[in-house]
């Protein structure tokens, strides 16, 4: 059979379900089996309930659970144990409609069963978790360990770089973890339960190693007071939605803005590379200031910026530019325009058809070639080549290495 599905908007998912059903009930009934061992299960949800405090919502697959059992169930810290003290049965569907009396009390259960267990000491129990019946003192250390390693395995705890992630059940978290492995975001330390000062804190340690990674991001679950405050104090983001496609592109969004803030800050420390050529018939003032028009070959023209011939020769900063007498903060590849330079005289410090360079200093020039490469235009690069091969000449074969 095929059924159509969409896992974007869930059309399709319950017939789907009814259709798996339809072919279990008709091909597999013959193979059905009671276990009599000791029961195991999954954690559906853990809530309150008025009259009966804090429940737990279970899905029994394996084995019988009677009323009484002791057994071991993940927690957000450890494994609890605790002992059966009622099990409920959601009533059939003719009589659950009756709002006095949900539920049928039941000395045991045998799998597959769906029910509500009343128990002490589960505050903390981890929606998503393991449940297990302790079935005899002999065997308590070996599934204390057991449900302890299937909880630890899906938290993750490592001194690598990487986001704080917190959901509200297991199956949540490791599903988060999934998408975030696919779209290459590093996870430092993912948990179960609300978002707390000590998930803050964390994201802090890590933003010595990477800031953008400095965040925590919460899958339906609460931030707490005492964390809010501390994120105020830290700077540290939090970022908290229901959906987990949202929650991961909200996260990329911001560390993506912060990225760009930063390159460009970081770009505009440094000197930037040009090429330009004089026009020799437009010397218009030879000194105090020297005025000529120049085209930029390549690169970006700033202000302030020293100049050196293709002769390796250094001569004054660029004390503006102009266009049409209006003054530029900078010119662009095939921008004609008109620079001026004190302190110097043209036909003495330089001729009148002079090919010039921005003069970039050896330490920037690394910046250029590392980090920032990617962000240079392709004019940029041709003329920081030029210039490379030029100070190589003039100075040493592995300048600017």
Do not use: C
Not at 112 to 134: E, M, Q, R, T
């Amino acid at each position: 059979a095929i059924v159509p599905t969409s896992a974007k908007t869930g059309e399709g998912i319950s017939t789907l379900l009814m259709v798996l059903m339809g072919l279990v009930q008709q091909y597999l009934t013959a193979n059905l089996q009671f276990s009599e061992g000791p029961a195991k299960g999954v954690v559906l949800e853990v809530k309150k309930e008025k009259g009966q405090g804090i429940t737990m919502d279970i899905l029994i697959y394996d084995g019988v659970l009677q009323k009484g059992d002791d057994f071991y169930v993940g927690g957000l810290e450890k494994p609890i144990k605790s002992k059966v003290r009622a099990i409920l049965r959601p009533k059939p569907l003719d009589e659950i409609r009756d709002p006095r009396q949900k539920f049928d009390s039941e000395d045991f259960v045998s799998a597959a069963a769906g029910i509500k267990i009343l128990a002490p000491n589960i505050d903390d129990v981890v929606a998503g978790s393991p449940f297990k019946v302790i079935s005899s003192p002999s065997e308590e250390e070996k599934i204390y360990a057991e449900i302890d390693d299937e909880v630890q395995a899906i938290r993750i705890k490592t001194d690598k770089a990487g986001v704080v992630l917190k959901a509200d059940t297991l199956g949540s978290l490791e599903a988060l973890e999934n998408h975030f492995s696919l779209n290459d975001v590093k996870i430092s330390i993912a948990d179960v339960g609300p978002i707390k000062k000590e998930d803050v804190i964390n994201a802090n340690i890590v933003k010595s190693f990477d800031r953008y990674s400095a965040a925590v991001l919460g899958f339906n679950v609460k931030i707490l007071p005492e964390a809010q405050e501390q994120a105020l104090t830290d700077n540290i983001r939090i970022f908290t939605n229901n959906v987990i496609y949202r929650l991961l592109e909200d996260y990329i969004e911001y560390a993506e803005v912060r990225k760009a803030e930063d390159t460009a800050k970081g770009l505009s420390e440094l000197i930037l590379p040009a090429k330009l050529q004089m026009f020799p018939d437009f010397v218009f003032r030879n000194s105090d200031p020297a005025v000529f028009g120049v085209k930029v070959l390549a690169g970006t023209l700033l202000p302030k910026v020293q100049l050196i011939t293709d002769k390796g020769k250094k001569i004054r900063r660029v004390h503006q530019i102009q266009d049409k007498g209006k003054t530029l903060e900078r010119a662009e590849k095939d921008s004609e325009v008109a620079i001026s330079i004190r302190g110097i005289e043209i036909g003495k410090d330089i001729g009148r058809d002079e090919t010039l360079f921005v003069s970039v200093p050896e330490s920037h020039v690394r910046q250029l070639l590392g980090k920032f490469v990617d962000e240079l235009t392709t004019d940029q690069k041709s003329a920081l080549r030029e210039y490379i091969i030029l100070m190589r000449k003039v100075n040493h074969p592995w300048w600017g290495m």
